[in-house]
């Protein structure tokens, strides 16, 4: 597997680099279908911060986490794709036997603080696969969000499917 650590507002070490391919390494166990990980390291004030983010059968698997130790981020950032990776395992399972991914529960929500108003924080660029409504729900919930863009397999087309706060599922198509 290939893992391509980087560092951002701090370097990385030699030390730092090992720890986090031996820990990284770990996901190739558990996963088959993994080749590479990007891990980013930074550090904004007292924060550190580590970002995982590992492609696994055209599927992303993510995750975030920061403490005060760049080394207890990182063992957490693990623990959280390890169950990330457990979980899309079973998903996976689940929906070759039953043909379905509609009876997975959807993860706990994030609210919004209301005395702030909103601003673009971030912009990311990702490719578009074309994919089954039900396979984008599972992405969806794998990575824990409350909506996600994918093309259609069927019509082509850009569509959105979302978590609704009833606990359903919402799909926006465009016209035609």
């Known amino acids: 597997m290939k893992i391509i650590v980087r560092g951002k507002n701090i370097d990385v070490t030699p ?14 166990k558990l996963l088959d279908d993994v080749t590479e990980a990007v891990v980013t ?9 580590v970002e995982v983010t590992v492609p696994v059968g055209g599927r992303l698997l993510r995750g975030e986490m920061a403490s005060g ?6 063992d957490m ?5 390890e169950k990330q990776a457990a979980k899309y395992k079973t998903r996976l399972a689940r929906k070759i036997k039953n043909g379905s991914v509609l009876d997975v529960v959807p993860p706990q929500r994030r609210v919004a603080k209301e005395d702030q108003e909103p601003r673009l ?19 969806m919930n794998l ?29 926006i198509e465009p016209l035609r």
């Open 15 to 28: 030390a730092l680099r090992d720890y986090v391919e031996k820990k990284v390494g770990k996901l190739a």
């Open 41 to 49: 390291l930074s550090v904004e004030k007292e924060r550190h911060i």
């Open 69 to 74: 130790d760049m080394y207890a981020s990182i």
């Open 77 to 81: 950032v693990m623990d959280k794709l």
């Open 121 to 139: 924080v971030r912009t990311k660029r990702f490719p578009v696969k074309p994919m089954p409504v039900e396979e984008a729900i599972l992405q």
């Open 143 to 171: 990575l824990g969000h409350d909506f996600f863009v994918f093309r259609d397999a069927d019509t082509d087309e850009v569509n959105v499917v979302y978590c609704r706060k009833d606990g359903n599922y919402g799909l």
